[in-house]
């Protein structure tokens, strides 16, 4: 896909809100620790203030700057990502309090689509992204939906739709593990392989 990643670049450093297909469901992104674009977002998304976003990265290497690691989450990043899933981990200090509204976890994520991956690689930072939809209602998979929804509220659309109908598996790696949410990855997949040697 060829995108235009200067202006992109222009458009989150402007403190603004973009829209884009992914390998599950369309999302919204910001530049993670941009508090006037979260602020807009939460705006837009009419998103509870409780409720945190999950970032997104662009390599495996990257989720160590943010989060803490440890052999079980080594596990599931090595077979899972880039993909459909998101691991819920113990934040850095480098993750501003608002991000995860005081919880210290962050939920992150490696979308498997080239193109969100150089635009995180190009602003040299990390996304917030949740799904492109109003809070309550349901995730969207088109983009043609999304533009109907937010009209000018996003400042660059990227077009296409979305490689699923479901967003991603979402597993708490935190303290006791569980599956927080059951996407194309299921519940049973996750702890097989954390029971694998």
Same mark, same amino acid.
């Given at each position: 896909?060829?995108? =235009?990643?200067?202006?992109?670049?222009?458009? %989150?450093?402007?403190?603004?809100? +973009?829209?884009?297909?992914? =390998?599950?469901?369309?999302?919204?992104? +910001?530049?993670? &620790?941009?508090?006037?674009?979260?602020?807009?977002?939460?705006?837009?998304?009419? #998103?509870?203030?409780?409720?945190?976003?999950?970032?997104?990265?662009? &390599?495996?290497? &990257?989720?160590?700057?943010?989060?803490?690691? &440890?052999?079980?989450?080594?596990?599931?990043?090595?077979?899972?990502?880039?993909?459909?899933?998101? %691991?819920?981990? !113990?934040? !850095? =200090?480098?993750?501003?309090?608002?991000?995860?509204?005081?919880?210290?976890?962050?939920?992150?994520? +490696?979308?498997?689509? @080239?193109?969100? #991956?150089?635009? +995180? #690689?190009?602003?040299? @930072?990390?996304?917030?992204?949740p799904s492109a939809n109003k809070s309550g209602?349901?995730?969207?998979?088109?983009?043609?939906?999304? !533009?109907?929804?937010?009209?000018?509220?996003? @400042?660059?659309? /990227?077009?296409?739709?979305?490689?699923?109908?479901?967003? @991603?598996? /979402?597993?708490?790696?935190?303290?006791?593990? !569980?599956?927080?949410?059951?996407?194309? $990855?299921?519940?049973?997949? $996750?702890?097989?392989? %954390?029971?694998? =040697?």
């Open positions: 896909m060829n995108i =235009d990643l200067k202006e992109i670049n222009k458009v %989150l450093k402007n403190h603004n809100v +973009i829209a884009f297909p992914t =390998d599950t469901v369309c999302g919204l992104g +910001i530049v993670y &620790d941009d508090f006037i674009a979260y602020e807009k977002l939460n705006k837009i998304k009419n #998103r509870a203030p409780d409720k945190p976003y999950t970032m997104m990265v662009a &390599d495996l290497e &990257d989720i160590n700057k943010y989060a803490y690691v &440890d052999l079980k989450v080594e596990k599931l990043i090595k077979k899972y990502m880039p993909g459909k899933i998101t %691991l819920l981990l !113990k934040v !850095k =200090d480098n993750v501003p309090p608002f991000v995860t509204h005081n919880t210290n976890k962050i939920g992150i994520r +490696i979308p498997d689509v @080239s193109f969100i #991956r150089d635009i +995180i #690689r190009y602003i040299k @930072s990390p996304l917030l992204v209602m349901p995730a969207l998979t088109s983009m043609d939906d999304v !533009k109907k929804v937010f009209k000018d509220e996003v @400042s660059y659309y /990227i077009n296409g739709n979305s490689l699923a109908l479901k967003p @991603s598996t /979402i597993v708490d790696m935190c303290d006791t593990i !569980k599956v927080i949410r059951e996407g194309d $990855i299921s519940a049973e997949e $996750i702890f097989n392989t %954390l029971k694998e =040697d």
